[in-house]
């Protein structure tokens, strides 16, 4: 539930705004005087200032985030006074409860694009590539299955795998395939910060002065949505903590005298460790790791899902010449086996560099193994799976007929259709790979 925030000491004006505050679905903060309104701090995300206007700029650094509603009397000094204040409406009284409900509306709005420009700010700073969710592989295809099974609950999920296996990519499915898909998906990085500045993106930071902002944390930013907590086991054991109490109580403490904060939140997270084993070392809180993995899902690796190797090619290749503003260029053949063949322990995030790196350093239309990383030009350094290109094309090609006849119930008239080409064509595949 949305918190706002009643400052006035006046019983008979706060009981008609508190009515309307709560009719439009807000919790009601009550403050008599200015320094006990100002201590609320994060995660009010309305303001009703009946007090007299404090200093300039005071309101806006201790309710940050807060759309801020004058009330005062009728004339030119009460807007000069919101103005100077950093008031974003003025109510006047006595007010009209329709023009207070449009008010609140519009206030309720605009705090919504607020909350959605900060976390879109959050996202692209956050941002370093585009991998796409791609599934011709078995093992693949049976782990985004059991996502969609598991993304209507609200249980939390761990997703264990290696680095660069596209782990925040799979819980943004996860987290687009839920009942909360409309509501906020917000990330934090645990092993990129150290503990002061992690402690503070998760819970936030209360003004130390008047002239100091406070800051409202991710739990409170991912409020009715999903939190993504991303190399989970590189929380700091106080953290750990203090995160696996607030996910227990499902409350964020607040300064006195505050109540706690109302949270509902889905927990995600990933990690590339055994983090059963590392709870059995004393290196993670056994308490969080049962808030966090009430469900755990396998990522494979991509050495695992060589069949996904050439759709991920195609795609990177086009978005690595989309950003050198250049001609679309073909992955040549004995490129392709390089790349099938290499062991690729970066993963995902190892293959899109190569593959940039490699457009980069193309001269024509073609891409070919001279043009790749050495470490995976050189079939010396390949200890990979050791399949050829045309084993590999043979092998996706057979598979994908094979899924799109199980979906058609062995139509192939519709087996075609799903594939994109003609019914000839897929008779003449049906005989070449001795499909039955």
Not at 372 to 388: K, T, Y
Request: hydrophobic fraction near 45%; aromatic fraction near 4%; charge should be neutral.
């Amino acid at each position: 539930m949305a918190r706002a925030l009643l400052a006035s000491a006046d019983a008979t004006l706060s009981d008609p705004l508190a009515a309307a505050l709560r009719e439009q679905g807000y919790e009601v903060l009550f403050a008599g005087d200015a320094a006990s309104a100002l201590r609320s701090g994060p995660g009010v995300e309305l303001a009703l200032w009946a007090l007299p206007a404090p200093a300039e700029g005071a309101l806006r650094a201790q309710l940050p985030g807060a759309q801020i509603v004058l009330v005062a009397a009728r004339g030119d000094s009460a807007a000069r006074a919101a103005l100077e204040a950093g008031a974003d409406e003025l109510l006047t009284v006595p007010f009209d409860p329709v023009e207070l409900a449009l008010l609140l509306r519009r206030t309720r709005e605009r705090s919504r694009e607020r909350r959605a420009r900060r976390l879109l700010g959050r996202e692209l700073r956050r941002t370093v590539g585009d991998r796409p969710i791609v599934a011709a592989s078995p093992a693949m295809i049976e782990l985004l299955e059991t996502l969609e099974r598991v993304a209507p609950f609200s249980g939390a999920v761990l997703l264990r795998g290696e680095r660069g296996t596209g782990k925040e990519g799979l819980a943004r499915a996860l987290h687009a395939f839920s009942p909360r898909r409309r509501e906020p998906f917000v990330a934090v990085a645990c092993a990129e910060s150290p503990a002061r500045a992690l402690e503070t993106d998760l819970f936030g930071r209360p003004g130390l002065a008047p002239s100091e902002p406070s800051r409202p944390g991710v739990l409170l930013d991912a409020d009715g949505g999903t939190l993504f907590l991303d190399d989970v086991h590189a929380l700091p054991l106080a953290l750990q903590e203090r995160l696996a109490r607030v996910l227990r109580s499902e409350e964020l403490e607040r300064p006195e005298p505050q109540k706690p904060e109302r949270l509902d939140l889905r927990v995600l997270a990933a990690t590339s460790i055994d983090l059963g084993e590392a709870v059995a070392c004393g290196q993670f809180r056994r308490d969080l790791y049962e808030r966090i993995a009430a469900i755990t899902l396998d990522v494979p690796s991509l050495r695992a899902r060589s069949l996904d190797i050439p759709l991920l090619l195609d795609h990177f290749a086009a978005e690595a010449c989309r950003r050198l503003n250049r001609p679309r260029v073909a992955i040549a053949d004995d490129a392709l086996e390089r790349i099938v063949a290499y062991a690729w322990p970066g993963n995902l995030r190892e293959l899109e560099q190569a593959v940039s790196h490699a457009v980069a350093r193309a001269e024509g239309d073609r891409v070919c193994a001279l043009h790749l990383p050495a470490e995976v030009a050189s079939p010396a350094q390949s200890d990979g799976p050791g399949l050829g290109l045309r084993s590999a094309r043979k092998q996706l090609e057979v598979e994908m007929i094979r899924r799109a006849l199980r979906t058609t119930g062995g139509n192939r008239t519709h087996a075609a259709r799903l594939l994109q080409i003609s019914h000839r064509a897929l008779l003449y595949k049906l005989k070449e790979h001795r499909i039955d």
